[in-house]
């Protein structure tokens, strides 16, 4: 039909927003993708919209949205009259949790850092590197040798 949008199998829907297939399937099922028409044959049926849908979630969880997050950044892009300051808020409190993350990470790294050159170049017999994996914090250091 000239002027219709486009239809989709699942197959090509993924392939067009990089969603898994399965993914797809979980979407539908918690509801943050509408049910898809069927075809005579029963496949299921995308249309611009889905993969729309498919498209933003598939980017807000690269950027570590969470599935309740994405839900909201979708009702948001529901309503026909949005407003950018609840998005903007949204993204806002998320920043803080990465931001949160980021420091988590960068004292990981100096951690990790720091027990790698305590096994300077790895002949030692015992190794540093296993021997604080060992401990806990409250385990003394002599304790954690097995």
């Known amino acids: ?7 989709y199998a699942i197959g090509a829907a993924s392939k067009r927003t990089g969603c898994h297939i399965e993914t797809i399937r979980y979407y539908e099922r918690i509801g943050l993708l509408p049910r898809p028409g069927r075809s005579a044959s029963g496949y299921r049926r995308y249309g611009l919209e889905h993969l729309k849908r498919l498209a933003l979630g598939r980017r807000a969880r690269d950027l570590g949205f969470t599935l309740d997050e994405i839900r909201r950044l979708l009702r948001l892009a529901d309503r026909r009259e ?6 903007r808020a949204l993204a806002t409190a998320h920043l803080g949790d990465v ?10 790294q100096r951690v990790l850092k720091d027990m790698i050159v305590q096994c300077t ?17 409250e385990t003394p ?6």
Not at 121 to 136: K, M, N, V
């Open 99 to 108: 931001q949160v993350k980021l420091k988590d990470l960068r004292a990981m």
């Open 1 to 7: 039909m000239p002027g219709s949008d486009p239809i």
């Open 141 to 146: 250091v002599e304790a954690s040798r097995p």
């Open 121 to 137: 170049d790895g002949t030692l017999p015992d190794c540093p590197l296993i021997e604080a994996l060992f401990r806990t914090p």
């Open 82 to 87: 949005r407003s950018c300051a609840q998005a």
